[in-house]
């Protein structure tokens, strides 16, 4: 069985550590900041090194295809993203990057026989960190965003997304994109972004899906009055509303399935003043299972709770929410095959982070491979996977490549 190279992929961790190193041990990588168009041209550079053109399409994703030896077949493309939130780290959505650059690279340079053409890919802003949404190029391409209303997003300065995309020199002809009669297959390898692969001494994560979720707003309304003036018994506190609401739903949610995990990360406090009492609290309630009877439940908990907490009026409303995505079945049972091959130990899981993927399932068959993060730290500077965890995913990666490519 062929193997990737550990020293190769060392040095691609360490060079693009260097494109937007914030200086304590990450990265601030924007898309299409000056940054992210560093990591591009590195990319570019190492796939004209092993001879291997890169094109983009109109969203500036970025193709980089190795053809193969019988004309005509479709594509297998490798692909994640390389940008990154505000002080994120060296391996999420990069990883899956150095990975796609790895095995084109290990195909090239050992000439592996190969029918179909391998695509090496990155995604535009799958973050979403400087211009909203998240997973805006995927999107796109797979018809899950409009396109005119994404180019017209706009970063915090002002500035929009069509004018990054302008200015960057990487925005290419539509007729580049991703499409169900170019290509047969995605992959994707990805940090796990959790703890489980680490707790469980499993090498691979063999990824299934990616969790269905509700996104709950719930709204307390009380009466502002003065912090000084206003005896306890007298008062209708939102905020005090508010923490027993959510007191309330905890205790609930805990008797769900214990699988089920769930969040409340946003909390908007009015006036947010010292000296008055709040008269308007409103927070985010994130819930994620794979179950969606469970996710059913967890709406229905929201339902019945009650209407007014602390004398204040309680209310709530579905933000957002997605279905649980299924990962293509037969190539999960490829890369099984694969990591099994190479005698790693594994473990079949679900993805509680959004990732590029579960917009191509619905386009390609899709699916994704986890290597452990260590402590699961994620979306911050901590981020870390070794170089020994990373060379087994990507020969995982390599080998269920080889084996869609016998298909
Ligand atoms: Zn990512």
Same mark, same amino acid.
């Given at each position: ?12 961790? *360490? #060079?693009? /550590? ?8 990450? +990265? %601030? ?5 000056? =940054? ?68 084109? *690279? #290990?195909? /090239? ?8 053409? +391998? %695509? ?5 802003? =799958? ?71 680490? /707790? ?208």
């Amino acid at each position: 069985m062929y193997t990737c190279n550990k020293d190769r992929i060392q040095n691609k961790i *360490e #060079t693009f /550590a260097t494109f937007g190193d914030a200086g304590n041990g990450g +990265i %601030t990588r924007f898309s299409l900041s000056d =940054e992210a168009l560093q990591a591009r041209a590195e990319f570019v550079k190492r796939m004209k090194a092993v001879g291997v053109e890169t094109v983009t399409d109109d969203m500036a994703n970025m193709y980089a295809t190795l053809p193969g030896t019988e004309p005509g077949l479709p594509r297998i493309v490798m692909a994640s993203h390389c940008d990154s939130v505000r002080n994120g780290g060296n391996y999420d959505g990069i990883l899956g990057v150095i990975s796609a650059m790895e095995v084109v *690279e #290990t195909i /090239a340079i050992e000439k592996i026989p190969h029918r179909h053409p +391998i %695509t090496a890919m990155i995604w535009t802003n =799958e973050e979403g960190s400087l211009y909203p949404p998240a997973m805006m190029s995927s999107g796109v391409v797979c018809g899950k965003f409009l396109k005119d209303k994404i180019l017209a997003s706009k970063s915090p300065e002002g500035k929009t997304f069509g004018e990054a995309l302008e200015q960057s020199g990487y925005a290419g002809d539509e007729a580049n994109r991703l499409n169900p009669n170019d290509y047969m297959a995605m992959l994707e390898l990805h940090i796990e972004q959790g703890p489980v692969l680490e /707790a469980e001494k499993k090498e691979i994560g063999v990824v299934v899906g990616v969790l269905g979720m509700v996104n709950y707003r719930i709204r307390t309304y009380g009466q502002s009055d003065h912090a000084g003036t206003t005896p306890m018994a007298y008062r209708r506190d939102a905020l005090l509303a508010a923490a027993s609401a959510l007191k309330y739903l905890h205790t609930e949610l805990d008797k769900l399935d214990s699988n089920l995990v769930y969040t409340t990360g946003n909390i908007i406090c009015h006036p947010n003043i010292h000296t008055v009492i709040p008269d308007h609290v409103d927070f985010s309630l994130d819930a994620r299972h794979q179950n969606p009877e469970v996710i059913k439940q967890v709406v229905e908990v929201i339902k019945n709770m009650p209407k007014e907490f602390d004398k204040c009026e309680v209310k709530y409303q579905e933000a957002w929410a997605r279905k649980t995505v299924n990962f293509n079945e037969e190539l999960v049972g490829l890369v099984q095959k694969s990591a099994d091959a190479f005698g790693y130990t594994s473990k079949k899981m679900y993805s509680g982070a959004g990732h590029d993927a579960q917009y191509v399932a619905d386009m390609i068959p899709t699916t994704m491979i986890f290597v452990p993060s260590k402590d699961g730290h994620s979306h911050c500077e901590l981020e870390f996977t070794s170089v020994e965890e990373c060379w087994r995913g990507i020969n995982v990666l390599l080998q269920t490549v080889l084996e869609v490519d016998k298909k």
